[in-house]
Nanobody, 124 residues
Framework: QVQLVESGGGLVQAGGSLRLSCAVSGRTVSNYTMRWFRQAPGKEREFLAAISWNGGSTYYADSVKGRFTISRDNAKNTVYLQMHSLKPEDTAVYYC????WGVGTVNAYHFDYWGQGTQVTVSS
């Protein structure tokens, strides 16, 4: 059984940084596109970033472009989201997911596998 477990969330002041990790167990996802998305209370899910199976291509939502960086280490079966210049509106539960769609697809709902999320709270 495949499990995705996010970690690294927490409470941070505006302008601060966090690095989220998504550890995958049960099988390799080295041939999957990996994505990060988030959901704030009362809001729809929001796609954030995607990375191709080999890490060669990335794609970002405009809301995080220049502030967030997605990366992956297939040897460790782990995907990362480095977040800088955090804002209060970045407060949400952050999730990772795996699918086989192109990296440029804006997908926040249809995954083969996804995790339970990690809370990020940015105080003003």
């Amino acid at each position: 059984q495949v499990q995705l477990v996010e970690s690294g969330g927490g409470l941070v002041q505006a302008g601060g940084s966090l690095r989220l990790s998504c550890a995958v167990s049960g099988r390799t996802v080295s041939n999957y596109t990996m994505r990060w998305f988030r959901q704030a209370p009362g809001k729809e899910r929001e796609f954030l970033a995607a990375i191709s199976w080999n890490g060669g291509s990335t794609y970002y939502a405009d809301s995080v472009k220049g502030r967030f960086t997605i990366s992956r280490d297939n040897a460790k079966n782990t995907v990362y989201l480095q977040m800088h210049s955090l804002k209060p509106e970045d407060t949400a539960v952050y999730y990772c997911g795996a699918d086989r769609w192109g990296v440029g697809t804006v997908n926040a709902y249809h995954f083969d596998y996804w995790g339970q999320g990690t809370q990020v709270t940015v105080s003003s």
